[in-house]
């Protein structure tokens, strides 16, 4: 028998083949298999063996940590606290403002039957997290700052595929440089949401659509675009699957803040990610909180929710404490 | 009776006053005192009470947490084992070669005697290890770099004012900003030492001292600058007063690695810190630690030495948990 934590995926999407390749760079991991609500014979994976959902039950014993892939909509708020009952999980549920109440259903049940899990992984919610609450911590007075990209944001992409005559779409987030330029001068300025992002899309419409009617129902988009300089570019299908067929994102988490006798003393922290794919890079976190949660509950008496916040930073390295005393300190 | 948590310091230089200013920025926190070796009188505060410390165990009952300032040089190697006999404690030590052993020594004592320490905290080692710990249990295939600056090396301060003819010298490390935008790129490069940093001194000599002979002198002395492409300035000492009175710091953690079918997927992770006081930031570092050390005390069961990457991050928060989730997840 091997002594490897033993993972298994239940979603086999971007995030789940992530996970898939990720738990492979794992010296001290193996996957057990993928379970799916498709039929098995219908997923594809880079050769882990897939299962239906139907059948998870029957493999209780079979792996240490279930890694959750499905979505935040819909998908997490069921899933997470209905396989907690049987499963030590992790998940990137991503809602911000329903973080509380998600964290307190998988908690409850999570105890109530002897699990571990990390909720909320990833990078944001996840290393953004953690850099905000460090640079609380460390600089209690100052102010921080959170950018998003460059990269493609999903949610609206989709809503600009829902728009009459578009065919598809991909639409980027970037972060304003003028305005993290000041933001790392030390200046703590008041940045509105138009000052701080831009959006760019991409869009492929049906021949004959009405292009002019189409970008101004894209720019005065409530909620998604009207509060942005927001810049529309109509491609063809060949040209949107030659340049933009990836899912690059990242950021940066800042936080300006003043010591001193009187706040004479400035200091910046700064946290930036540059990700080619998105869900590979949360995947691999996914993956490190999985090692987290097995050691957790081999540990024992430890049952219940967890997030970042909660997990020391040793758990997530395979190294031993010696080890990483010697060679990270 | 105030629920603060109340700390006292050990030792009055920069870091001590950094630290005396710090708990005042903490509303959870009181400063019980300075302990010091020297005649109590004659060591000016910002207000906090000065103490012998030859009188620290006349208050055992006085305070939670002992945050120890000295250097790792002489004081730390011997202090720490000493006070957390008695006293919960945080320390900065910071010769990286030497933390294995200085942990065991700790932790031994500290568990004899029930008492929590937090070792080696501050900014590197400390917030720098965490980021290098992050690096590679995320991107498990990858490179990580390390660069310093820019910043005033007090070491290499000190080693140009031991040259015959110098009064005053301040010397800075300088991180290579061509060496560092090829590690954003993901080229992954083999940097030499030369390569990473170069070091910029100005130098105070003097009247009638042989200039040439001490450049020459600096730029060819082993370990400190033989490696390194070095300039030398001759500046009068009302300048280096007047533009050289700060001790400012910081540097750059990256991580370069990929994921994917075949690291076909490239991925950066940059912490970055620009600090206008070396030793009030660490100073910051050291009172958020002792918070940690403050709530593991007072949990019980959690006698022994600790390392950064051994603190859940909640611990360093004066928020509570549910405020964590809530306000910076």
Same mark, same amino acid.
């Given at each position: @028998?091997?002594?490897?934590?033993? /993972?298994?995926? =239940? ?12 738990? &492979?760079?794992?010296?001290? @991991? ?25 059948? /998870?039950?029957? !493999? ?13 909509? *819909? ?33 409850? %049940? ?45 949610? !609206? ?8 005559? $578009? ?8 972060? $304003? ?19 701080? !992002? ?6 492929? #419409?049906?021949?004959?659509?009405? =292009?002019?009617? /189409?970008?101004?129902? %894209? ?10 300089? *927001? ?5 063809? @299908? ?10 690059? !994102? ?17 200091? %910046? %922290? ?19 909180? #999985?090692?987290? $949660?097995? &050691? ?10 967890? *997030? $970042?916040?909660? /997990? ?7 190294? *031993? ?7 990270? =300190?």
């Amino acid at each position: @028998m091997s002594n490897k934590i033993k /993972i298994a995926v =239940l979603g086999y999407g971007n995030l789940g083949r992530g996970v898939e390749l990720a738990v &492979r760079q794992s010296d001290d @991991m193996e996957l057990f298999g993928v379970f799916s609500r498709r039929n098995p014979s219908d997923v594809k994976t880079q050769g882990a063996k897939v299962f239906a959902v139907s059948e /998870i039950l029957n !493999h209780k014993n079979d792996f240490d940590v279930l890694i959750l892939c499905g979505g935040s909509a *819909t998908d997490l708020p069921k899933q997470t606290p209905e396989f907690v009952q049987n499963f030590n999980c992790v998940d990137s549920f991503d809602t911000h403002a329903n973080i509380p109440q998600h964290f307190a259903a998988v908690d409850k %049940i999570a105890k109530q039957n002897g699990k571990v899990c990390v909720i909320s992984a990833g990078w944001d919610p996840g290393l953004f997290s953690l850099n905000r609450l460090f640079g609380a911590a460390f600089l209690p007075k100052g102010e921080s700052y959170t950018f998003w990209g460059k990269g493609v944001s999903q949610g !609206h992409s989709d809503a600009i595929r829902r728009i009459e005559g $578009v065919i598809d779409a991909r639409q980027y987030t970037i972060p $304003v440089e003028s305005a993290l330029d000041r933001v790392r001068k030390g200046e703590n300025p008041n940045l509105s949401t138009r000052e701080k !992002h831009t959006r760019e899309c991409f869009v492929v #419409a049906a021949e004959g659509a009405d =292009l002019e009617k /189409i970008e101004k129902e %894209i720019v005065t988009m409530p909620n998604y675009f009207a509060d942005y300089d *927001t810049t529309v570019h109509f491609i063809d @299908m060949e040209t949107l699957q030659r340049q933009h067929a990836g899912i690059p !994102h990242g950021g940066f988490v800042l936080r300006s803040g003043e010591t001193g006798v009187a706040g004479e003393t400035k200091h %910046i %922290i700064e946290f930036a990610l540059k990700l080619d794919s998105n869900p590979e890079f949360t995947a691999s976190v996914l993956v490190a909180y #999985a090692r987290a $949660v097995a &050691r957790l509950a081999k540990k024992g008496d430890s049952a219940g929710a967890y *997030t $970042v916040f909660d /997990i020391a930073p040793a758990l997530l390295a395979p190294q *031993t404490a010696e080890e990483l005393r010697k060679d990270f =300190l």
